[in-house]
């Protein structure tokens, strides 16, 4: 209901989420390379004798780091590739048909299964 609600209204971030909206716009990269942050930086922190007043360090940092290598797999690789894609084949994606959606399919959409 949120969202539906402040679609409506065009409801815009403050400034101050910025950061936060350009996670959400990176998540996908952030997902695919978190896991090089995370393991690179517990070696450290193991070799450095686990100490417990690192950890928020740790955590705080592992997000900015996770949070930079994902704008730059973005920005250097996913959205020129983006581009570079969709330059090469146009429309191609319109005169496709979905998958989801079958002719005959019954009103909403959903195909009838046959039971056998």
Do not use: C
Not at 46 to 53: N, Y
Request: overall charge positive; aromatic content about 12%; cysteine-free.
């Amino acid at each position: 209901m949120f969202i539906a609600a402040t679609a409506q209204t065009q409801w815009k971030a403050p400034s101050i989420l910025s950061p936060l909206l350009k996670i959400g716009q990176y998540s996908y990269e952030i997902y695919l390379t978190h896991v090089f942050v995370v393991f690179g930086l517990l070696s450290l922190f193991l070799r450095a004798g686990k100490p417990m007043s690192l950890v928020p360090v740790y955590f705080v940092g592992t997000i900015l780091i996770s949070g930079l290598l994902g704008a730059a797999v973005a920005n250097l690789y996913s959205e020129p590739m983006n581009r570079f894609l969709r330059s090469k084949l146009g429309n191609i994606g319109r005169k496709v048909p979905s998958i989801a959606y079958e002719p005959g399919g019954l009103q909403d959409g959903t195909v009838a299964s046959s039971n056998s």
